[in-house]
C-alpha cells in the first residue's frame, strides 16, 4: 500500500487550501500525519472527505499518526467506525 506524508497545519485556516491535494491524498491508500502540527475541527472534517473520496472511487484509505488532538477528536465523535485510524503502540 502507497503512503504520502502530510506536514504543516491542518486547520480552518490552511484546510481550504489544501483540498486542492485531497484527490491524491484521497488515492493514497495510507496517509501519515506524524508531521502535522496544528489541527482542529477543520483537519476532522478533512479525514472525513478524504474517506468519502475514497470510497467513492472504490479504493481503501487508512490514516496513521494522528496527532494527539486530532485523534481525541475522532474518539470524541465516535468516528472510529467510519474512518480507519491504525494508532501508534
Do not use: C, K, Y
Not at 484546510?15 to 491524491?24: F, G, K, S, Y
Amino acid at each position: 500500500m502507497n503512503s504520502l506524508r502530510i506536514t504543516g497545519e491542518l486547520s480552518l485556516r490552511t484546510v481550504p487550501q489544501r483540498l486542492a491535494e485531497a484527490d491524491a491524498w484521497a488515492r493514497a491508500g495510507s496517509l501519515d500525519l506524524s508531521g502535522v502540527t496544528q489541527t482542529d475541527s477543520a483537519a476532522l472534517g478533512l479525514l472525513l472527505e478524504l474517506t468519502r473520496r475514497a470510497r467513492s472511487a472504490g479504493l481503501p484509505l487508512q490514516f496513521t499518526g494522528l496527532p494527539p488532538q486530532l485523534l481525541d477528536l475522532v474518539r470524541f465523535f465516535e468516528l472510529q467506525s467510519v474512518l480507519t485510524v491504525t494508532e501508534s503502540a
